[in-house]
């Protein structure tokens, strides 16, 4: 889940991704800012904030700095 408002920041992350040798870890973490292409993802609205959804393969660079 990705806070939109907020320069792009990841606000909540998953397990990590099934597979059949078990789960695989995520690269990217709570407070990791990213850039992703402009029809990535899904926008929800919870409690009022504009949210957006996506999986980790959509993400196309984590900055640093």
């Known amino acids: 889940v990705i806070r939109i408002?907020?320069?792009?920041?990841?606000?909540?992350?998953?397990?990590?991704k099934i597979?059949?040798?078990?789960?695989?870890?995520?690269?990217v973490k709570v407070g990791d800012n990213v850039l992703f292409g402009a029809y990535a993802g899904t926008?929800?609205?919870?409690e009022g904030e504009e949210l957006l959804v996506m999986k980790e393969s959509d993400i196309l660079a984590v900055l640093e700095g």
């Open 43 to 46: 926008k929800v609205k919870v």
């Open 5 to 16: 408002k907020k320069g792009f920041e990841i606000i909540a992350v998953g397990n990590g």
């Open 19 to 27: 597979t059949d040798n078990g789960v695989r870890a995520l690269d």
